[in-house]
């Protein structure tokens, strides 16, 4: 092959000369033709290696019985390794065409060498990633931290593969380049201090996929709360609500503690939890007359009914004297009140049904007693939730005085006056 492009580079290079071209020219034809032979050359060898090699390996894995290859093929392992054939193909064929061009050849033989360096760089991290997608399947696995294992050895073969690269680049034996990365360590730290720690935080993050741009993340020490614009190795910028940006650093969110909102709005569901303070005064043993009232209400005739037998069938077996009111079983205003709410919520179009849907009290405070509810809405969108959590408490305060019921308040001055006014008339 050798002779063969030899000659014909000589034939060609004798014609120009003939023909009164001068040597730059010469060299120049020569050299472009060579490229265009090389470029050949890598074009069919990358054919035949996507084409026949890789459509084999593909059809192997599709009908071998075992199922962990199937990740190699998944993470595009393969895919990767391909690339290798047309590069060694160009290491083997410069040699022979460049004949006329040593010093080119050799710079076609480092950038080769390079390529391949990062073609298994990455084959191997995605090697790395298949592994831990099957060690996370496995029983004898489970609980273990996987995805810290593979990030250590993703870091070690980015830190090899870039002690190989270096090496190439200055002409150096790898051993040697590593050996001055030992003398130079404190003095790195101390430099790039900032620059090491983004790097590993930009390395968990994405291997984590802690947080994306787009996300809406809240960090209160850094008075951040809204969506994420942009993610590099040393910062994080945050376009708040109020349309103000805030910068994190990257390592930040490893060190530090964040809300990120991904999960509600993958799931499109939004946490209502806000409490009603009723006034502990107000809470009573359902009598007649509010159960005639309270037999009106739509949502509750049903509850009300099968709630009344029940307990009279209680309270006859166990002979309790239902004339004083503390004996046996019976009804409360917030009981039923509760229930209500509880309905309600059901048969709200607006209340995501497949998520949780709760009323309890929480522990009576000096403001009252606090009924909680807690649901979620089904329409994320900042305007939309609070018309909905507005709907909801707007419906449910009007709707307490028909149980007897008031909601506590703090007294403000007016009372205070109007109180002492109607003393004073006294």
Not at 296 to 313: D, F, G, N, P
Not at 357 to 376: A, D, K, N, S, W
Request: with cysteine.
């Amino acid at each position: 092959m050798e002779e063969m492009v030899g000659s014909f580079d000589h034939w060609a290079m004798r014609l120009m000369e003939d023909a009164g071209f001068e040597a730059w020219a010469v060299n120049a034809v020569i050299l472009t033709i060579d490229l265009l032979l090389l470029s050949i050359a890598f074009i069919i060898a990358a054919w035949v290696s996507r084409k026949v090699f890789l459509r084999i390996i593909k059809g192997i894995i599709v009908r071998s019985k075992n199922k962990y290859d199937d990740e190699l093929l998944e993470y595009r392992v393969f895919d990767q390794l391909a690339y290798i054939v047309p590069a060694v193909a160009v290491k083997y064929i410069s040699p022979y065409i460049f004949t006329y061009f040593p010093e080119v050849n050799v710079v076609i033989n480092r950038l080769t060498s390079l390529f391949i360096i990062v073609v298994l760089m990455i084959a191997v991290h995605r090697t790395l990633k298949a592994i831990g997608a099957i060690g996370e399947r496995l029983k004898q696995f489970e609980g273990k931290p996987i995805k810290s294992f593979v990030q250590v050895f993703a870091i070690i073969n980015y830190i090899i593969a870039f002690i190989f690269i270096l090496s190439f680049v200055v002409g150096r034996n790898p051993i040697s380049i590593l050996g001055a990365f030992g003398a130079l360590t404190a003095v790195l730290l101390l430099v790039f201090k900032d620059t090491i720690l983004g790097l590993v935080a930009s390395i968990q993050v994405s291997a984590n996929d802690m947080v994306r741009v787009g996300d809406w993340v809240s960090m209160d020490k850094y008075g951040a709360d809204g969506d994420v614009t942009e993610i590099n190795l040393t910062t994080i910028k945050v376009r708040n609500w109020d349309k103000t940006i805030t910068t994190v650093p990257t390592y930040a969110v490893i060190a530090d503690s964040f809300k990120n909102w991904r999960g509600m709005q993958a799931v499109g569901a939004r946490r209502i939890m806000r409490s009603i303070m009723i006034d502990i005064n107000t809470v009573r043993f359902v009598d007649d007359e509010l159960m005639k009232t309270l037999n009106e209400v739509y949502y509750l005739k049903e509850y009300l009914a099968t709630r009344s037998q029940e307990i009279e069938v209680y309270n006859k077996s166990h002979d309790f004297n239902v004339a004083i009111p503390v004996n046996g079983r019976r009804m409360t205003n917030i009981g039923v009140f509760r229930q209500y709410v509880l309905t309600y919520l059901q048969h709200n179009p607006n209340v995501h049904k497949g998520e949780t849907i709760m009323v309890r009290q929480l522990q009576p405070t000096e403001h009252g007693l606090p009924l909680q509810v807690y649901c979620f809405s089904n329409d994320i969108a900042w305007v939309n939730y609070e018309r909905i959590q507005s709907d909801i408490f707007d419906h449910l305060l009007a709707a307490i005085q028909h149980f007897d019921l008031r909601v506590f308040q703090d007294p403000s001055g007016r009372d205070f006056r109007t109180a002492l006014r109607s003393k004073h008339d006294e």
